[in-house]
Nanobody
Framework: QVQLVESGGGWVQAGGSLRLSCIIT????????MGWFRQTPGKEQEFVGR????????YLVDSVKDRFTISKDNAKNRMYLQMNDLIPEDTEIYYC?????????????????WGQGTQVTVSS
């Protein structure tokens, strides 16, 4: 079993930065990829990016790749999402997910474990 806890959300003005953290506990040896997703209540979850847990490969969607960075610290069992140049459209609840199995994925249905989410609010 794996448990995930996000932190670091909050309120920021447009152009500002936030750094989200995802703390991972439990059977981390079963994890192959970690992802960041975001969601506005009432809308579908949106894939933001992912990182291979026992590697360095990172993928971010086009809408954020020039502003966001995903990193990790395997020794501390943490993943991070550095968000710069935030815009009001980034206002969402951000979730981290952990995936088992062989391949990485952008589909939230392929992720096995989830955190509770952290709210990010960007004002104009």
């Amino acid at each position: 079993q794996v448990q995930l806890v996000e932190s670091g959300g909050g309120w920021v003005q447009a152009g500002g930065s936030l750094r989200l953290s995802c703390i991972i506990t439990g059977r981390t040896d079963s994890i192959t990829a970690m992802g960041w997703f975001r969601q506005t209540p009432g809308k579908e979850q949106e894939f933001v990016g992912r990182i291979i847990w026992n590697g360095d490969n990172v993928y971010l969607v086009d809408s954020v790749k020039d502003r966001f960075t995903i990193s990790k610290d395997n020794a501390k069992n943490r993943m991070y999402l550095q968000m710069n140049d935030l815009i009001p459209e980034d206002t969402e609840i951000y979730y981290c997910g952990a995936k088992r199995g062989r391949n990485s994925s952008e589909d939230p249905k392929d992720y096995d474990y989830w955190g509770q989410g952290t709210q990010v609010t960007v004002s104009s």
